[in-house]
């Protein structure tokens, strides 16, 4: 579970360091930093390093470009003006991953297929007026992000801890949703590279050090009563936001078997809740190529929490057995999204929690299949559970990387984490965390190709 103590020396000592200077000044946090901040207009921007985009060994790179500036004005932009980079990951195998330090979005993700031609499998946005538009602020499908500080819902946005009232943004209805209005995945981050070594090269991206304004991690952080629910709502009720101090390091890396994997780290300086994913939405056919519908799923839980109509676990753990919800075989996504099961009918298809069986790093959680191209993606995580979103809310009003539309359907996440609303729970798994303990969990994502008919449907009786 996410409390082991598994963390390197190195993320100890940073942890320690960086807790510690919580109290010092502005100034002599940044000074500590391992890079020099720059600063533009008053904003704390990422640190730029002299040496960034030029490594190369073994076939694996990692380059970085610029993608743009953040709009100004704009509320649920905190760090409006900054300037955002992506760091492009490449592999001797022809898969190529690139990553922005705006909300940790994996932008793109090119892996050949099973006859060797590489197609962008990720949905995403060619430019960062694509993830900052209006219409992208309005649906918020958060495509590709790094969610936090609590990926998925609270209800009614308040929890307790130690006997402590918290509550944070209502953005989803009545609930919270992934962290609130201005979550990781519209914060920038501190990022790293990290040379190729080992047989992998990667990138991290942490929060600042000394948690100045607008930085991930820093307490208080989930709460922005002046923003509004929606046209014609009122303010939200929030007066907390998530307690403590959060130190953050998460590294994506990516070696030659195409593997991308997520290692995800943090400590605390005073008890909160962590619940850290990504929201990547995949299209193993291509980004923009269609629905998944025929992609086969395969999902290692003989469980999963139901929800109520506002997609809340309702606390039972109920069995896959005889319902749509039984992936424990491969199955077509779209063989029965359309049956009149309650549960489909509330999330408009799957949107639910699955519980893992013996979640571990060497255990396979799920697995994607698309016929078409015979990519596989196959995912291992030590994480209790996995959300499964099928892309209900996608309502053909984006435009993706190919410049086509991405209507419901278009893509699917698979987001292993913790159970939604786990801290009203006390029968799911805990996702509080103290002082002295550490948050350390990790995730795999492995990208291989299959023959035809390798991968069959299992009709549901």
Known sequence: MHHALRLSRRFVAIAAVALLAIGATAAVAQGASRHRAHHHGGK????????????????????????GNLPSGVPNIPQGGAAVTRYTLRNARGMTVSILDYGGI??????????????NV????????????AAYLKSNPYFGALIGRYGNRIALGKFTIDGNPFSVDVNNGANTLHGGFTGYDKEMWDATEVPPSHGQVGLELSSFPGFPANSPGKAGEGCNPALNQGAGNPPNNCTTGYPGNLTIHVTITLDNQNRLQFHYQAA??????????????????????????????????????????????????????????????????GERIRDGDEQLMLGRGYDHNFVLNNPHPGNTAAQLFDPSSGRLLTITTDQPGIQFYSGNFLDGTLYGTSNRQYRQGDGLALETQHFPDSPNHANFPSTVLRPGQFYDTTTAYQFSAAGHGRFKSHRHR
């Open 44 to 67: 704390l921007l990422p640190p730029r390093g002299p040496h960034h985009g030029h490594f190369h060994k073994g076939g694996l790179s990692i380059t970085s470009s610029s993608f």
């Open 106 to 119: 994996i932008q793109s993700l090119y892996v050949p297929d099973r006859r060797g031609r590489e197609a």
């Open 122 to 133: 990720t949905l995403g946005f060619a430019n960062i007026d694509g993830y900052t538009n």
């Open 268 to 333: 605390t300086d005073r008890p909160t809740v962590v619940n850290l994913t990504n929201h990547s939405y995949w299209n193993l056919a291509g980004e923009g190529s269609g629905t998944i519908y025929d992609h086969q799923l395969r999902i290692n839980a003989d469980h999963f929490t139901p929800v109520d109509s506002g997609l809340i676990p309702t606390g039972e753990i109920r069995s896959v057995l005889g319902t749509p919800f039984d992936f424990t075989t491969f199955h077509a996504v």
